[in-house]
């Protein structure tokens, strides 16, 4: 994981959101009814080494790059964050995150639990959500059924779900998703209740208050 040198503020632009979950607990399913929701949102897509697989396009899923190109990335401080993933390099672009923010772009990230950790500490201002799977027998059924039969495999996700899942407590917000429509409207609320923090407001009302002396 890299360190990144660079920080900027969020204050008076653009919010960022980082959202994590195991897999099988639908966060891609409610990301994009919220994406769809409001078109302000930015998707943030992350660069990776792996080969793109069928039916993923270039720069819509990721963007799919060489290990050297994305190494000489990391060299030039262009990752927010990056990890290794089962032998393939994945990372956040630091240019993207900066440019769509001071547009007044909100953005939302989709990384795992290490590389929001990494984000939180190191660029201030985002909100940071946990989506969490009803129950364990839930996520296990889901997980089935997208394959994973395999009892070695099986077990293998479960347990990464689990580690995920401990690293919740430092996360601004949990969603259980044990109904698609209430974890949407959770997100929902959770977005516009942070479009409307008093930090992110400050600026404009110092302005208010300038203009009316």
Same mark, same amino acid.
């Given at each position: 994981m890299n360190k990144p040198d660079h920080r900027f503020e969020m204050q008076d632009q653009g919010l960022y959101m980082v959202v994590s979950a195991p897999s099988g607990a639908g966060k891609t399913t409610i990301c994009k009814k919220i994406l769809k929701m409001f078109p302000n949102i930015k998707y943030s897509v992350s660069y990776t080494t792996r080969p793109a697989r069928?039916?993923?396009?270039?720069? @819509?899923?990721?963007h799919f790059v060489s290990e050297e190109d994305f190494?000489?990335?990391?060299?030039?401080?262009?990752?927010?964050?990056?990890?290794?993933?089962?032998?393939?390099?994945?990372?956040?672009? !630091? %240019?993207?995150?900066?440019?769509?923010?001071?547009?007044?772009?909100?953005?939302?990230?989709? #990384?795992?639990? *290490?590389?929001?950790?990494?984000?939180? *500490?190191h660029y201030p201002g985002g909100a940071f959500i946990f989506i969490m799977p009803p129950s364990m027998e839930e996520l296990k059924k889901r997980l089935i059924g997208r394959g994973f039969e395999d009892?070695?495999? !099986?077990?293998?996700?479960i347990n990464e779900a689990r580690d995920m899942i401990k690293e919740y407590d430092w996360y601004d917000y949990v969603i259980f998703n044990d109904s698609?429509?209430?974890? #949407? %409207?959770?997100? @929902?609320?959770?977005? !516009?209740?942070?479009?409307?923090? $008093?930090? $992110?407001?400050?600026? $404009? #009302?110092k302005r208010f208050l300038d203009t009316s002396s």
């Open positions: 069928s039916g993923e396009v270039d720069g @819509r899923d990721y190494r000489e990335r990391i060299a030039n401080g262009g990752f927010a964050e990056w990890s290794e993933n089962f032998g393939y390099l994945y990372g956040t672009s !630091l %240019d993207t995150l900066k440019e769509n923010l001071h547009r007044g772009f909100d953005l939302m990230l989709d #990384v795992e639990t *290490q590389g929001a950790r990494a984000i939180k *500490q009892r070695e495999n !099986l077990l293998r996700r698609l429509k209430n974890a #949407v %409207d959770c997100f @929902r609320s959770i977005y !516009l209740a942070e479009k409307s923090r $008093r930090s $992110r407001w400050e600026s $404009r #009302v």
